[in-house]
């Protein structure tokens, strides 16, 4: 489905990696999401002193929110992004939209 096409509603599984939509964005149309409901964030890990590694492209994401990313086939613009509770915005580049709650 385009993102142009009308509105969807979907499901995103706080236990499950990224999610596709669906949803196909085209460079230029703009996109409008919003998000409701709530999920259960447990943190259970064991650590040594060196903590934990959080990628440099995700360490200003909240943990437990709302993140996408499009499959554009392109590594260079296949960046995650947060979405949390709403967000608006108009793609430059086309290609498949995933969600999940961000718990790296």
Known sequence: ???????????????????????????????????????TFQFKAELTAEGI?????????????????VETGDPETSKPFVIGPE???IPTAGGRLFLQMYDN
């Open 53 to 69: 590694s959080i990628p440099q492209e995700l360490r200003e994401f909240n943990l437990g929110s709302l993140v996408g990313y």
């Open 87 to 89: 967000k608006s915005w």
């Open 1 to 39: 489905m385009e993102a142009n096409a009308g509105r969807a509603t979907f499901k995103v599984r706080a236990d499950r990696p990224w999610q596709d939509t669906g949803i196909t964005l085209v460079p230029g149309k703009p996109i409008a999401m919003r998000a409701n409901g709530a999920w």
